[in-house]
């Protein structure tokens, strides 16, 4: 329990806890760090801080210290690749990303968590790309004293499932090209796919093994699709012909190329027509032509997911809809936007 | 003791739907018997060392029963009437006892769990069963003074009303100004204007020396008086 003293009995007393200070737009940190012992040097500015009591801690059976509290979370919140320091700073500890790669957010868990009394989280968004070293969240246990028992259930809530919060390697993959339509494949324009889709895979650390082209032809299609997993592809993109034309045939292609599972539809705009499909493990998107006009796209959302190893099925692409929104700005600030934010 | 699924589909069955509550009544008793070390509490061996309280009579309270196989007629299963969604298991040979509280969060928690259902029950239903048993229950370890009026077994001790004469057992009676009495009498029932009546078929009953039904009331009670 806590016992409220007053300030000017408090001089040889240790702080129970750090002591904020806040000069509006100047300073905000701990003026007084838990543990200080106060002299009488410290009373005045105590007093201009609006401090008149000051707590001194007397732990009773079952009770802990909010440092303690915070280690206790922190631990049971940190999975794969996330680190902490059992140094808290006014009760907070940060959780920093161990690695670069993306970041991963148990939502669920994460609410349930927050709804134990007492205890409170803050991530960044789930599927945040991170670098290693980045603040991806941070917890505390808000009181100053508080029993054990509801700290430890929080914990127990937020080891489910290996910890709430995970950062999950982008692996470099192998990426086989295939960009379709007869306007490509007979010269009558050229194309700007392959340059933009390369783009993104290797700013994601991948490489493009190989771009193939072919015209609106399942058969076609299906050969450039096997030809790529024949020469060890574990990622192949297809552009174009996804679409409701009747020369679109992509779909076809995949489906005649061996696809087990394919998911046709994304609730995103820019990528309605986005298709996610699985040739044994070897996962494949199909990007509609909004990838040539758009600069984020579905894809943006999806393939930094599939290099972390998620499995794309109907629930994630439709569970992309709240957020799924592109505005459109005319100057894009993406990844700082809602865009893709709301799963 | 089952598998959750068997046991679920047995509760519900019993109850006559399945329901949010059931999966929780399910969840509620599995957690409660493997809190005290009963985990197969129908079992002749341990189902006389156990005494449920259930703190609700809803759904989730004929799910605990279910599940643990106490019964009122047993004295095994104890109804208090608080209105909390929560049930006290209690080892009698150990005197271990365990109160499971049912969260109020897992309600709020529920299109978290289980996003893609948009109907509200059949996502509670889904998401009761996504839930670790550290979202769904608080659990506290109680002391439960039993009397042993209140204890199964035969009856230990009855009174005599002093004013309408009846009998009560275990220790139910009311004593008012030095007077035992019934707790109709001491004016403590649920029930008001209590007035003697006589109804149609009177001598019914379910068996005597020839083949009766309601109908022929009249000449069975010739043939069996």
Redesign the interface.
């Known amino acids: 329990m806590l016992k409220k003293i007053e300030l000017k009995d408090a001089v040889g007393t240790k702080l129970a806890h750090d002591m904020t200070e806040i000069r509006p737009g100047e300073f905000k940190g701990a003026a007084f760090h838990k543990g200080h012992t106060v002299c009488n040097e410290d009373l005045c500015r105590l007093q201009k801080m609006g401090k008149n009591h000051l707590y001194v801690i007397d732990l009773d059976e079952g009770e802990i210290h909010e440092d303690q509290a915070a280690a206790i979370l922190a631990d049971a919140l940190a999975g794969d690749g996330i680190v902490w320091k059992d140094q808290p700073r006014e009760g907070k500890i940060k959780l920093l990303a161990e690695k670069d790669g993306l970041f991963a957010v148990n ?3 994460l ?2 968590f927050n ?2 009394d007492e205890v409170m989280c803050a991530t960044l968004h789930n599927h945040t790309i991170v670098k290693k070293g980045e603040l991806v969240a941070a917890t505390r246990a808000i009181p100053l004293i508080m029993k054990r028992a509801p700290i430890e ?1 929080a914990a ?2 937020a080891r ?1 499932n290996g910890g709430v919060l995970a950062i999950r390697p982008i692996r470099k993959a192998k990426v086989g090209l295939v960009i379709t339509g007869n306007e490509v494949y007979h010269g009558l324009i050229e194309d700007r796919f392959a340059p933009i889709l390369s783009e993104k895979v290797k700013a994601l650390g991948s490489e493009v093994a190989g771009v193939a082209f072919a015209p609106d032809d399942a058969a076609l299609i299906r050969k450039a699709i096997r030809s790529h997993l024949d020469q060890g592809c574990n990622l192949l993109m297809l552009s174009g012909g996804m679409s409701v034309d009747p020369d679109d045939v992509t779909r076809q292609g995949i489906r005649s190329a061996g696809a087990g599972e394919m998911h046709y539809g994304a609730a995103v705009l820019p990528g309605a027509m986005f298709l996610v499909a699985y040739l044994g493990n070897v996962p494949l998107l199909g990007v509609p032509a909004c990838g040539l006009f758009h600069r984020i796209t579905v894809l943006d959302l999806i393939l930094p997911r599939v290099l972390a190893g998620e499995k794309i099925g109907k ?1 994630e692409l ?2 992309l809809g709240h957020g799924g929104l592109c505005k459109d700005c005319e100057e894009c600030v993406y990844p700082h936007c809602p865009f893709g934010k709301g799963t | 003791m089952e598998d959750f699924e068997v046991l679920l589909e047995s509760s519900a069955e019993a109850h006559g739907h399945l329901c949010p509550g059931q999966v929780v009544g399910v969840r509620m008793a599995m957690l409660g018997c493997r809190m005290i070390g009963l985990e197969e509490p129908r079992r002749h061996d341990q189902i006389k060392k156990l005494i449920v309280y259930v703190e609700m009579d809803r759904c989730t309270a004929d799910a605990v029963a279910h599940v643990t196989g106490v019964k009122l007629g047993r004295r095994s299963l104890k109804f208090m009437d608080y209105g909390i969604m929560a049930a006290t298991f209690v080892n009698l040979a150990t005197g271990e006892a365990y109160r499971v509280v049912s ?1 109020e ?1 897992a309600r ?2 529920a299109s ?2 289980a ?2 259902i948009a109907d509200k029950s059949l996502q509670q239903l889904k998401a009761y069963k ?3 048993d ?2 769904l229950f ?1 659990v506290q370890k109680v002391r439960v003074k039993i009397n042993e009026c209140d204890l199964p077994g035969p009856t230990r001790y009855k009174a005599f009303c002093s004013r309408c004469g009846q009998v009560v057992r275990d220790q139910r009676e009311v004593i008012q100004d030095g007077s035992v009495l019934c707790k109709p009498c001491a004016k403590e029932s649920y029930f008001t204007d209590a007035a003697e009546v006589t109804w149609p078929d009177m001598n019914w009953k379910p068996e005597c020396s020839v083949t009766q039904s309601r109908k022929d009331a009249k000449m069975a009670e010739t043939n069996c008086y």
């Open positions: 939502t669920a868990a609410a349930a709804m134990v259930r127990a809530i489910q629930a439709a569970f | 969260t969060a709020s928690l978290a769990y996003p893609e996504r839930m670790p550290s979202v608080r």
